[in-house]
């Protein structure tokens, strides 16, 4: 039932960001360049929803929560991995698999480019893993830093920030 409803959504999710034209290269441009905020709305959206969506599901426990420990080093090679592979390709892990089921041949290109550099990080982690466990700060979540109990209550005013800047904060700037 799990992997079932997991499908669902998660066929709803890629349905939304298709039609959102999240693999158009002129959206993502647009986007980076903070005239077209299409592609950045649908985004705040979508982690304002799955924010709510997850906590819920986990409450009547149709999903399971597993917070990682919190490596720094580890979280920023990861960010300029990512930020070097979404500059080279224009293309972010989700809108890389969306492109490609579409035909995009660069797409394909920079998913092929991510299981590379997947291998060869399971090569150097190794000998990356003392650095790497000496920045461990252990599960650090809103709800731990805020001392509270139950992660919704966090969840939803997150959320519903994203939303007010979603619907009326953020403009869309032509020049």
């Known amino acids: 039932m799990k992997l079932l409803l997991g499908l669902a959504i998660g066929t709803a ?8 034209g999240a693999s158009s290269y002129r959206k993502i441009l647009g986007s980076l360049l903070l005239k077209d905020m299409t592609i950045i709305k649908l985004i705040l ?22 917070i990682k420990p919190t490596y720094v080093v580890g ?3 990861a960010g300029l991995i990512f930020g070097v592979g979404f500059a080279i390709s224009g293309y972010c892990p989700g809108t890389c698999v969306l492109a490609s089921a579409e035909g995009k041949t660069d797409a394909m290109l920079t998913i092929l ?19 790497i466990s000496l920045t461990n ?21 997150f959320s519903a920030i994203l939303l007010l800047l979603v619907f009326k904060v953020l403009k869309d700037r032509y020049e």
């Open 13 to 20: 999710i890629g349905a939304v960001m298709q039609l959102g």
């Open 45 to 66: 959206m979508t982690i304002a929803v799955t924010t709510v969506g997850i906590y819920a599901l986990d409450m009547v426990d149709m999903a399971h929560m597993d």
């Open 75 to 77: 979280i920023v090679v």
């Open 113 to 131: 480019g991510g299981l590379v550099g997947a291998a060869l990080y399971a090569l150097v982690y190794p000998f990356m893993a003392p650095l």
């Open 137 to 157: 700060y252990g599960e650090i979540t809103l709800a731990s830093v805020f001392n509270v109990s139950n992660g919704l209550w966090i969840a939803i005013p």
